[in-house]
T-cell receptor, first 118, second 113 residues
Framework: AQKVTQAQTEISVVEKEDVTLDCVYETRDTTYYLFWYKQPPSGELVFLIRRNSFDEQNEISGRYSWNFQKSTSSFNFTITASQVVDSAVYFCALSEAYPGGGADGLTFGKGTHLIIQP | NAGVTQTPKFRVLKTGQSMTLLCAQDMNHEYMYWYRQDPGMGLRLIHYSVGEGTTAKGEVPDGYNVSRLKKQNFLLGLESAAPSQTSVYFC????????????FGSGTRLTVV
């Protein structure tokens, strides 16, 4: 069975600091997908990134960057020059692939509550 | 706007009452899911469906039933609500190719008193 661990329950930093959110996953599949979602105080889930297991290239999108390392089963998320609007709960999630069809959805980590202080 | 719509957005139930949460998507997605979110627990899968007329149990199915009579709708039922079912419920949908990702509804906050 798959598992996603986000060991950091809560992180608090001062605005403009860089911050990294850790995500470690477990899966027996060779083909899988990793996701990050943001949940602001308003409660909706905002999709940030999707990465498949065959693409280990790091990705950068503005102030956000992701580091995928299969060797350590990690998919870490870094926010550079954090802003108050980045305050939210962030979830890492894993989806396994079923070539023959079928799906059992996303397995989520418990989330990291990020607080950016002005 | 295209997407996943959940109704109602808020509901308070008394212990033992029943209710149905509705999830509707207009993206022609094959797969649909119901999750619950509890503080410190992340989101956990309740039930899912891989197509019209099919449903399957997820991680925490007890106390819930589901139906997928139409491809675009996925209903979550609570036959006899319990305080332990107080939670935020999210519906999601996806294509079979997960490379297209998942689309989530805005959630239903349910309180059972």
């Amino acid at each position: 069975a798959q598992k996603v661990t986000q060991a950091q329950t809560e992180i608090s930093v001062v605005e403009k600091e860089d911050v990294t959110l850790d995500c470690v996953y477990e899966t027996r599949d060779t083909t899988y997908y990793l996701f990050w979602y943001k949940q602001p105080p308003s409660g909706e889930l905002v999709f940030l990134i999707r990465r498949n297991s065959f693409d280990e290239q790091n990705e950068i999108s503005g102030r956000y960057s992701w580091n995928f390392q299969k060797s350590t089963s990690s998919f870490n998320f870094t926010i550079t020059a954090s802003q108050v609007v980045d305050s939210a709960v962030y979830f890492c999630a894993l989806s396994e692939a079923y070539p023959g069809g079928g799906a059992d959805g996303l397995t989520f980590g418990k989330g990291t509550h990020l607080i950016i202080q002005p | 706007n295209a997407g996943v719509t959940q109704t109602p957005k808020f509901r308070v139930l008394k212990t033992g009452q029943s209710m149905t949460l509705l999830c509707a998507q207009d993206m022609n997605h094959e797969y649909m899911y119901w999750y619950r979110q509890d503080p410190g627990m992340g989101l956990r899968l309740i039930h899912y469906s891989v197509g019209e007329g099919t449903t399957a149990k997820g991680e925490v199915p007890d106390g819930y039933n589901v139906s997928r009579l139409k491809k675009q709708n996925f209903l979550l039922g609570l036959e006899s609500a319990a305080p332990s079912q107080t939670s935020v419920y999210f519906c999601a949908s996806s294509y079979p190719d997960r490379n297209y990702g998942y689309t989530f509804g805005s959630g239903t906050r349910l309180t059972v008193v």
